[in-house]
């Protein structure tokens, strides 16, 4: 099939469909990439396609992992072109591409070029174009930027800008300078809300520890309007467990639920990790046994935590339950392909060659060859 037939099959695709056929797309000769290019362009001409969000982020990350920078250039600039170039919601979707894709210095011409297109810019592109240095990991450049561009360009920073500042300070260690933006912001009247405080406690349980990471989970219960949601949750269990106290982070869970926060994979996968460093199989089974009960999708990260640790403890029975488990999930591999090959060696060794055959043939499925030793 040719790479315009899919692109024009991927139009009146359902969402999960069309991830099928982009996978099936040549991201890595030149004209492989030419096609994917042109085709994605000639179908941008259709106004409703130019609605599918997922299609233009897959694009553009799958260009920017082939380090194809001119062609994302070509299809964002591309776009000007359209009527929806006028409107905010639209430019910002292309900035926050150009972070995404590193070419921070193409989302600031596009923020400088708004006028142009007689587009408004207000706080929220202006938090776009923060938020694409953040994402192209240039940190030190967006504390400059909140300072410089609102008195050049008359715009009131809200709190969502106040929280890529902060995320930005966290990120390079400056705590101290993220607090003191949660200060100004109060004082301006622009109320931190849970995403602040998520921000400030991933980086205090991190850099300073569990005891300063609880005064700012102090500080966020104290607030009338932030309740902690479920990665406020997860931040603080990490935060015991980076500090060595598993079981009371299994406590956590039972406050959550208390007040009214679900856990999801990511609350069990903090569990699991940390049993699984103590070396306590038996409750790392049991989060995982709790993670398929409470009907949660297991991710890359859980297989990838458990799996080997379940090879290391020789218990291949549940390492063959969950390498199944992961290729029976649809679209993206959800275990490292080493690991199974460990699995395969593991059950060989056991006397289990059924079962490492059937493996090896459920990988063959996923169109990754994994050979049988010869003399099985």
């Not at 980076?242 to 609350?267: H, L, W």
């Not at 379940?310 to 649809?330: H, R, S, W, Y």
């Not at 591999?333 to 055959?357: H, P, R, S, Y």
Request: aromatic content about 10%; proline content about 4%; glycine content about 6%.
């Amino acid at each position: 099939m040719s790479g315009v037939s899919r692109l024009r099959r991927i139009f009146t695709a359902k969402p999960s469909t069309t991830v099928t056929f982009l996978y099936h797309d040549d991201y890595e000769t030149p004209q492989g990439l030419r096609n994917v290019v042109d085709t994605f362009k000639k179908l941008c001409e259709n106004k409703l396609f130019r609605r599918k969000v997922a299609i233009y982020d897959y694009i553009v990350r799958r260009l920017a992992k082939a380090k194809a920078f001119p062609l994302i250039e070509e299809i964002l600039e591309s776009q000007k072109q359209y009527q929806e170039i006028s409107t905010e919601g639209f430019v910002i979707r292309l900035i926050s591409l150009y972070g995404k894709a590193g070419m921070f210095n193409h989302a600031h011409a596009l923020f400088d070029q708004m006028p142009s297109f007689n587009c408004p810019r207000s706080e929220k592109s202006f938090t776009a174009l923060l938020n694409a240095f953040l994402t192209a990991n240039r940190f030190d450049q967006v504390p400059d930027l909140f300072r410089q561009l609102p008195p050049q360009y008359s715009i009131k920073p809200d709190t969502a800008s106040y929280n890529v500042v902060i995320h930005a300070f966290c990120e390079m260690g400056s705590i101290d300078s993220a607090l003191k933006m949660i200060r100004e912001m109060e004082e301006l009247g622009h109320r931190p809300n849970v995403i602040t405080f998520n921000t400030l406690l991933g980086a205090f349980y991190e850099k300073r520890g569990y005891a300063e990471g609880e005064k700012i989970w102090a500080l966020m219960r104290a607030q009338e309007d932030v309740r902690p949601d479920v990665a406020s949750y997860k931040i603080r269990m990490s935060g015991l467990i980076r500090d060595g106290r598993v079981t009371e982070a299994v406590k956590v869970v039972d406050e959550m639920i208390v007040n009214g926060v679900k856990p999801d994979v990511r609350c069990f996968n903090v569990l699991i990790k940390g049993f699984c460093s103590d070396g306590r199989m038996e409750e790392a089974k049991y989060w995982y046994d709790e993670l398929v009960r409470s009907k949660c999708v297991a991710d890359r990260t859980t297989y990838d935590t458990f799996v080997p640790f379940l090879i290391e403890k020789g218990d291949f029975d549940m390492a063959l339950k969950l390498c199944e488990a992961a290729m029976a999930m649809g679209g993206k591999l959800l275990i490292d392909v080493q690991v199974l090959k460990q699995v395969v060696e593991g059950l060989i060794g056991q006397g289990m060659i059924g079962e490492a055959t059937k493996l090896v043939g459920l990988a063959k499925e996923k169109n990754l060859e994994i050979e049988l030793p010869l003399n099985t």
